[in-house]
């Protein structure tokens, strides 16, 4: 149960990926995210990972934690929301340029249900944007995915989108930091709504 691993009273303000995949993100957001752009993160926490000079639209969040959310010096607005529960977006159809999930995707029990509700909030022509290391909390990581490597993972995402209908070829890319003290890869996953 999501509630007993993220107790209101608990929040985890704590980075889930080292610094050179933070790092590898925020720069791969500045090249693939518009100035101007309305924003969803979803599975959003105390941090979203967007550059600090892009200018954005509207950047909502949807969350596990309200502590954690209203930390979130980013987010204009903030939902919070158990999506194994509820896998609905509290949001309008076409609200959204862009559509995030950073390194929760394997925390989804509907991950498909879910991405149907990303397309659905995406505008025309808007993309969603997975991201994906191969840390996770064990315990709270669907069973599956706990067994697979990150090539699979990366197939397994892409037909997760493919099963959400409604969008393009998805196409991964492996983003990790390279050098010094760089450990955590990171990847992406990345379509757009058709």
């Not at 600090?52 to 596990?64: E, F, N, P």
């Not at 995707?105 to 808007?126: A, F, H, N, Q, W």
Request: positive net charge; proline residues 5%.
């Amino acid at each position: 149960d999501d509630e007993l691993f993220y107790p209101k009273e608990q929040p985890r303000l704590v980075y889930h990926i080292d610094e050179g995949a933070v790092a590898a993100l925020t720069n791969y957001y500045k090249r693939e995210i518009k100035p101007g752009s309305d924003v969803l993160d979803v599975c959003s926490s105390w941090v979203s990972h967007y550059p600090y000079g892009l200018k954005l639209g509207r950047v909502a969040g949807t969350g596990m934690n309200s502590r954690e959310l209203s930390s979130n010096t980013q987010l204009t607005e903030y939902t919070q929301r158990d999506l194994n529960k509820v896998p609905t977006l509290p949001y309008s159809d076409n609200s959204f340029d862009v559509v995030t999930c950073v390194v929760s995707i394997d925390y989804l029990t509907k991950p498909v249900e879910i991405l149907s509700e990303v397309r659905r909030v995406l505008r025309p022509g808007g993309k969603v944007i997975l991201s994906q290391s191969n840390r996770m909390f064990m315990t709270k990581a669907v069973r599956m995915w706990v067994s697979m490597g990150d090539q699979d993972h990366l197939e397994l995402i892409g037909q997760y989108l493919k099963y959400a209908g409604g969008f393009g070829a998805p196409k991964a890319y492996d983003i990790s930091a390279k050098g010094r003290g760089a450990r955590d890869p990171m990847y992406i996953v990345q379509s757009v709504k058709a």
